[in-house]
């Protein structure tokens, strides 16, 4: 069975669109609003976020800052 795989790359465009990946941060959460705040911050300095997508669903994802 061939299942269609796909990379999402995250940008400061369309992470709603994306979503941020954790299940434990609720868009309603503090987490939720935190976790968007430090990426929309750090999107001119880094964080690359890439995201797995199979079948439509998210299994996983990447996420990274330069060193």
């Known amino acids: 069975m061939v299942r269609p795989v796909e990379i999402g790359d995250v940008r400061p465009g369309n992470l709603q669109q994306h979503g941020l990946f954790c299940y434990k941060s ?6 939720h609003y935190q976790k968007t705040a ?7 300095h880094g964080p690359t976020i890439k995201i ?3 079948n439509g669903k998210q299994p996983g994802f990447i996420e990274y800052v330069p060193g």
């Open 52 to 54: 797995l997508y199979v």
């Open 26 to 31: 609720k868009r309603d959460s503090p987490g």
């Open 38 to 44: 430090w990426v929309d911050e750090g999107f001119p």
